[in-house]
């Protein structure tokens, strides 16, 4: 049985100030509204834990435009990334410092960091100091951070996903929508 629910007339009023007239009908306005507040504020778990909106999953090697999105959560080699971590830029420095880690060369190195990166400390042109492992990196937008990192990922064959929303702003290529790339680790 669906829930009835009554409404204040001010509130009705509000709501209809929302609705595209002859296609919104109450459901679609309140629907657009909770899409959203959750693109803005993060999707909101329900009583089992689980998310509270469907994931939209993308191909990673060809994604939609991630401008206009917000991080939700990421994690690379199996490790989540901490909450002031989880956006592109954040994705993209965990990625480096792993391949940094990993590579035996500079030559091996170049392969693996596809975006202008420095030995040493740089800060100028967009470039941000990485101190632990001595490289500075140039940062990226959000497509150019997933790129990389997801270039890495698969360089090195590890895991690598990061879920977002598209916030609701002219440009975003699916607003209000929660997506997710992933790479699997290679066995």
Known sequence: MTPSVELSAHTFARLQAHAVPLVDNIETVIGRLLDFYEARDGIPATANGESGAKIRQFNPLSPPSL????VLAAEFCGRPLEHGQANWNGLLN???????GRSNSAADLKQLIVIPYV???????GYRFLPEI?????????????KAACHIARKLGVAAAATFVWREKEGAAFPGVTGQLSVA???
Do not use: C, F, Y
Request: overall charge positive; hydrophobic content about 25%; proline content about 0%.
């Open 67 to 70: 401008t206009h999105t917000k």
């Open 119 to 125: 030995e040493g400390r740089k800060e100028d042109e």
């Open 94 to 100: 965990v990625a480096v410092r792993e391949a940094k």
């Open 134 to 146: 001595g490289l500075s990196i140039q940062g990226q937008d959000a497509n150019g951070g997933w």
């Open 185 to 187: 680790a290679r066995k």
